[in-house]
Structure formats: C-alpha cells, structure tokens
C-alpha cells in the first residue's frame, strides 16, 4: 500500500517536471541544440547548455603558479583531500597537471638537441574530459557513474561499488579511488558543507561542477583562472567556448580513441 | 548426501583444520582491509586492479576448463573420461566461488555488491560477467550433485538432466569470453585491446585447467581409493599438451602485431613485461621470462609421447605448465595492462602482503568446498562400486 502510494507520487513528480521542463525544452530546440534537452530545469538562475565544454588556453597558463589557483579553487570547494607523500600513489585528482608528452603522447617528437620548442616545455592542465561517448559509464556496472543530457558525465557517490571498472575504462587517467577514508585528510575546518565529503571505497572525479552550474556559476577553476579557461555550451555558436574553438588551433587528448572528449586545448 | 562428508579419516580432518585456520588469518586481514580500505593493498591510482582481479581472471579459466573433459564425454562419448566428470564438475563449482570471493574481496564498497542486481546495467561487461558466472555455478552444482545422487540411488540420471549438461558446454566457454571482454573492450589499454584476447583467455584456460584438475586427480588416487584410470589421463594430458601449443602460439601473434608493426602503444606494455622500462628491469620483467621458459620446457616435456605417458613426470610436467600460466594470466595480464599508464608512466605494482593473505583466504576457501565435494564424490563411488 505504501508502495503504491509512493510510487504514485513518484510518477506524479516526473510528469510535473516534465510539463515544467516542456518550455525549456522548446527553448533549447530552437536554438539549435536539439538533440539534448536539459536535464533539471528549474533555478531560473541556472546555466542550461547542449553540451558544455571546456576550452583551456595553455598561452596563458605557464609556470606552475599559473596552475595554482584553479587547482586549489576546485579542490577546495569539493573536499578533494591532499595526501600525504608516502601515499602520493593513492592520490586524489580533479584537476592537475603533467608534461606535453604525458597529456598528448600521441604527439611525441624526436626535436633536435636542444630545440624542444618552449611551448612543450610547460605543464598541461588535465581533467575529466567529459566525453561525448564516456567509457566509464559504458562499463560501470550500477549506473553509479551516467552522463547528464547536458554532457556532464557524474558520479553517484552513494551507489558506487567501488569496482574500479570505470578507472581501468578511462583511457585519460581522470578517475581517482578512494583507498582509504578521504575525510581522515581534510582537516575539520577547511571542509566546505556546501559539498558532500566523500567515504573510503568509491571512486571520484572532476564533475565540471555541475552544482555550481546549477546556481548560475561557472566553474570554480573557470573563475580562478582570469580568462585562461573558458567554458560554456558548444551548442551555443555565440557562446565563448564556440567562438575560441572556431577562432584558435585546438587539440584534444587520445582523439583516435572516438570518445570525443570536451576538454579543448588552444595551443 | 552431504552427510558422507561428516565421516573421514584423521588425515580428512586435519587438512579441513588447517584450511580453516587459513581462513581465519586470511579472514582477520579481510575485516582489516574492510575497516581501513583497500589502501593495505599495493594498488593505485595507476594500477587500479591488481592480483585479486588477476586470481579472478585465472580461476576462471579453471571452471571453463571442466568443458574439456565433459564435451568429449557428452559429444563424442569418450567412456574413458567417465569418473572425472563428477571431478571436473566440482572442481568447477569450487573454482567459481573462488572467482565470486575475489571479486568480494576486491570491492571497495562490498556493502553495496547487491546493486549490481538491484540496478541492472546490460551495457557494463561486469553485468555479464555476473551473469554467466552465476549460472555455471548453478549448472554445475545441479549436474554434479543430481547425477551423483542418482548414482547412489543406482538409477539413471533424469532426462532433464541432459540439457543441462548441453547448456553448461556452451556456457563454459562464455564465462570465459565474457570475463576476456571484461578487458579486451577498453580503449587506451592497448595490451587488452586485442581481439584474440579472448581466444587466448579460453586457450589458456584449457591447458592450465585440466592441468590442475589432473594433478588433483592424481593427488585423489593417492589419497584414496578412487582412480580415474591411467587412460583417462593420458587423454586429458594429450588435450592439455594441444591446448599450451595453441596459447603459445597465441601469444607470438600478438607479439608479432605489437613488435612488426612499431606502434608504441601496442609495444609498451611487452616491452615493460620483458625488458622493464627504460631498461629498469621489475620483478615483473623476471618473472615474465620465467614463465616464457616454463611455457617453452612444459611443450618439450608434454609433447613427446614417451615423456608426457611417463607418470613419474607427467605431474612436474602439469606443475611447470601452471606455473608459465598462472605467471602469464595471473600476475602478467593485469600488471602488463595498466603499465605503462595512460600517461606513458610507470608505476609499479606488487601485491602487499595483506593481499596475499587474502588472497590465501579465498583459495583456502575454495580447496575446502572442493575438499568436501570431492569426499562427497569419492564416498557416494565407493559405495556403489
């Protein structure tokens, strides 16, 4: 009885969100991102997209200084824990950085001595790509990580097995475990309440914060990074991730590996 | 039936005893690595699955190869083979719950295993997985414990029994294909993604499988009074023998693809596993060359007749066998996959000790289901013989 009850309120919420969404919907087809209709629709403060992406303009982000400040935006703001070195192998990473030949092998070069051009010669920022076709929720076997309409590939924290299928999925290296209790590395006063802590035995990832988003800001690492990361809807042809992409020469990681990722990179 | 393994000898008991005692050392180090995470283990970041999920891989090789021996029985009639089926099917049935215990053992959230039911996800290969492994398990402890039973009851088996047997044939190689696509599906993990995997995860299985199936069937001799006959391992040593000859093979093709064609990816992870990174040689390297030369000294002992029909050697020659694979699948494979990472680093992996013990645990665990289910086999045959 009280089965059926809930159930029917269950259905009644789902079509109350559905004629709610409806105009939003509209809005979106019209302007040309069809194929996507937002998921939650709700907050008229809310960034709705097609398909937001991220571009990366590795011009201005040099020296690991530069790199900094949007590290320690993102990993604040969502409880990333810092490990100690003796468990640097365990580590996790929302957002970090590594050598040209590390985040793009596939443009390894034999440069003359001497001659490494000086725009290798800096860190690359990487992150979850949100792929378009996202192997890590091909291959998780609870749902525990899907992909929003939106684009925005996130992790149910609650549901999560940690079997680590979506880690050996990942062709990037974006996922992280949680080998041990993640909360026993973040002292008690720098926690953000706003954002959930995370418990030992699931996996983690950059979420392209999507709870910001869903007030009306933009990424934390967007925000810290005084113009050298730009994000918005690739859908949205006067959006300023559309105008980058179409103006500037970009690359993306592993591109022959068809998962179409999110993450551009102006070089 | 169960009842026949309550009564045994003192020599029965003291080696369920020290299973047990296994399982309680191994068990304490479980509820450890339950309370503080899987951080007592020598995984990482990089190397995310590690030897839980490669004695996973392996085990289950060695409950697909219980097919070697029933498909000759069923299809061909090959009467030969007659008293190792039961040896075969239970032998499966304990393989399979050493398969399900290292998954267990390898979750980060084992709590929550039920929502791998709770929430179905045909897309995910692990959902298959499950699926397959499941029901072999079930197929044979069906076949297995219905046959005997009617053994006991001097009948015959029940015509519906037959089907089952039909199914569990074909079943036994899926679970193996499933399990090989677990891995040869991913993109970026070039020593996986490869379509022969499977061919060789099911090569593999049927020679290190009967293998081991023989060597306990020889240890069943020497213990009790229940023999398969000399004829029945002569042909199952002869299956074993074509079986390594084809995962060797297998193996050279994709050295050959890695190696002729130059593409780094496809080179790396050989590289690392023969010749270590960077010219850094890892236990894993050393290994690796090991079980190359075992793998090359089990053909020239198993596939001379005079040798292979010795039954002094055959055994050392079965051992040397499983040890090559149990290196190449069981250590190899998954190391060898996740190194070089997808940042072209290296970061080693070796199994801690905790995870040994574990690992210890589960494989006691199984050896005592087969024990009990072997002493079951070996009463209900004395008592009808």
Known sequence: MNNSRRSFLKYAGVAAAAVAATPVVRAVASSGGAAHGPEVGKLPTQKIAGRWAMVVDTRKLVKEADFEPLIEACHKVHNVPHLPDEKREEEIKWIWTDEFEHTFPEFMSRWPKGR???????????????????????????????????????????????????????????????????????????????????????????????????????????????????????????????????????????????????????? | MLETALKGSPRYWGWLGILLAVMGIGGAMYMWQFTVGLTVTGLSRDVSWGFYIAQFTYLVGV????????????????????????????????????????????????????????????????????????????????????????????????????????????????????????????PGRHYWLTAILAARFLASAFCSGPAILLLVAMLVRKVSDYDVGDKAIKALAKIVTYAMAVNVFFFLLELFTAAYSNIPGHMHSFEFLFAGHDGHMSYVSYLMWVAAILAIASLALLIPPKFRDNMKLLPWSLAILIAASWIDKGLGLLIGGFTPNAFEGVTPYAPTLPEIMISLTVYAMGIFVLTILYKVAVSVKREVA
């Open chain 1, 116 to 267: 490494v051009p000086t725009t290798l010669n800096k860190p690359y920022l990487l992150l979850c790509n949100h792929c378009e076709y996202p192997p890590c929720v091909r291959v998780c076997p609870t749902k525990a990580t899907f992909q929003r309409a939106d684009g925005i590939v996130l992790m149910d924290f609650h549901r999560c097995i940690g079997c680590r299928y979506c880690m050996a999925g990942c062709p990037y290296g974006a996922r992280s475990f949680n080998f041990s209790d993640p909360r026993a590395y973040l002292p008690e006063e720098e926690i953000n309440m706003e954002f959930p802590t995370r418990v030992q035995g699931v996996v983690e990832k950059c979420n392209f914060c999507a709870e910001r988003l869903a007030k009306g800001l933009r990424p934390a690492c967007v925000e810290a990074s005084k113009g050298a990361l730009l994000f918005g809807d690739l859908d949205d042809p006067s959006s300023e991730v559309s105008r980058a992409v179409r103006n500037n020469f970009v690359i993306r990681r592993k591109p022959e590996l068809g998962t179409q990722p999110n993450v551009y990179y102006i070089v």
């Open chain 2, 63 to 186: 409950a697909a190869a219980g097919v070697m021996v029933v498909l000759p029985y069923y299809f061909h009639h090959y009467k030969d083979f007659k008293k190792l089926i039961i040896l075969a099917e239970f032998q499966a049935v304990a393989a399979v719950i050493m398969c399900l215990g290292f998954i267990v053992v390898d979750l980060g959230q084992p709590t929550r295993m039920l929502n791998v039911l709770r929430y179905p996800t045909p897309n995910s290969i692990l959902f298959w997985d499950m699926v397959v492994l499941n029901g072999y398990l079930l197929l044979n402890i069906v076949i297995g414990w219905v046959s005997l039973q009617h053994e006991r009851n001097h009948v015959e088996p029940p015509k519906w029994v037959k089907p089952l047997v039909y199914t569990s044939i074909i079943w036994a190689f899926s679970i193996h294909t499933v399990t090989a696509f677990l891995y040869q599906g991913l």
